[in-house]
């Protein structure tokens, strides 16, 4: 099962541990030790600016699939989270070159960062805080052959900062089709991980299936486990529509022009509780959809804002935004939390 590092930066003593999160994530996925190095360098900053800018925040360290989907199984990279909800940046281009900073630090600042990463997405929204997301790893980067003018990213949040989140996501690619999962496993950690685990390592196995044949498949699978609501959605990137099914509480919201619509699940447990029959949704997709796959650590009357995915935004960023602007220190989540997302990829990318 793969963990997911969580730290909560209140003091510079969690700067060392945000830094030791990276570099053991770095070695589970197989960095080398040079872009080990950059990965520590990477999560000591953004750890830094927190305290700096907003006097505390979150860092999430996880391993990933890269957001453009390539054939077959993917490299996997180290992702590296810090959200806030402080004051915002007002030069966000300024913050972005190197050597820019507005007190001490290492000299390095966010534009370092983007340099070291592979993929680098910065959000940030005066009064409402920062979001900042890299990715490292030896097979990542948007060049993909092929790409399907999609992207996918998410972020997963362990309930309490435990070892483990019960929720997990993945995709698939085969040809013009691009399969996404997101599972959340019945309670909490390491058994609830387990479930969700086991939907992951069969996606593999059957995403060439529409979702409402890959449920079946998924459930004979995770007999024995707690069992998991799992949410499976399948893009024909050729024909241009996008398929749906869901068993449990997984939120599906697909954007529709200037609104959003909910993909509906039936009601079960896959592993446990299985309905007779499931509920498949197709639908067009555009290059102005976007689609965003939730866990219930999100209140279930979220909604997300008109400019949720704008400009273009790394799909990553737009999850990781979600999970600030949907809780906070006032209103604190009771559940592990992920989201993924899919989203088209900018015009001027292949």
């Not at 979150?58 to 199984?73: F, S």
């Not at 299936?209 to 995770?222: G, M, N, Q, S, V």
């Not at 449990?248 to 509906?264: D, F, K, M, P, S």
Request: charge should be neutral; proline fraction near 7%; charged fraction near 25%.
């Amino acid at each position: 099962m793969p963990r997911v590092r969580y730290v909560l930066v209140q003091d510079s003593t969690r700067v060392r541990d945000a830094r030791v999160a990276a570099e053991e994530a770095a070695a589970e996925a197989g960095l080398d030790e040079r872009r080990t190095a950059d990965a520590a360098l990477v999560a000591t900053e953004l750890a830094t600016n927190l305290l700096k800018h907003a006097q505390a925040g979150e860092m999430i360290v996880d391993i990933v699939d890269p957001p453009v989907p390539g054939e077959g199984r993917p490299g996997r990279a180290v992702q590296i989270t810090a959200l806030d909800h402080g004051p915002g940046i007002a030069d966000v281009d300024g913050a972005l070159r190197d050597g820019f900073s507005t007190t001490r630090s290492l000299g390095a600042g966010l534009g370092t960062c983007r340099r070291l990463a592979d993929d680098f997405g910065l959000h940030s929204a005066l009064g409402r805080g920062t979001v900042a997301v890299a990715r490292l790893g030896p097979a990542v980067g948007e060049s993909s052959a092929g790409a399907p003018g999609v992207r996918v990213g998410g972020v997963n949040v362990p309930f309490a900062g435990a070892d483990f989140s019960g929720d997990a996501w993945a995709w698939v690619r085969s040809g013009d089709r691009l399969t996404l999962m997101l599972a959340d496993g019945l309670g909490h950690g390491s058994e609830a991980a387990r479930a969700s685990t086991a939907a992951v390592d069969e996606l593999r196995h059957w995403a060439r299936l529409p979702p409402a044949e890959c449920l079946p498949k998924l459930h004979t699978a995770l007999a024995g486990t707690r069992g998991a609501a799992v949410a499976v959605a399948q893009l024909d990137t050729w024909a241009g529509r996008l398929r749906f099914a869901g068993i449990g509480n997984v939120t599906a919201r697909l954007r529709e022009g200037g609104r959003w619509r909910t993909l509906l699940s039936r009601p079960g447990i896959v592993g446990v509780h299985r309905p007779g029959t499931v509920r498949e949704d197709e639908v067009a997709w555009t290059p102005e959809s976007l689609l965003i796959l939730h866990t219930d650590g999100l209140p279930s009357r979220w909604t997300p804002p008109p400019d949720t995915g704008l400009p273009s935004a790394d799909p990553a960023v737009t999850a990781a935004v979600a999970v600030r602007d949907a809780g906070s220190s006032a209103r604190p989540v009771r559940d592990d939390t992920a989201v993924a997302v899919l989203a088209p990829a900018p015009p001027d990318r292949p």
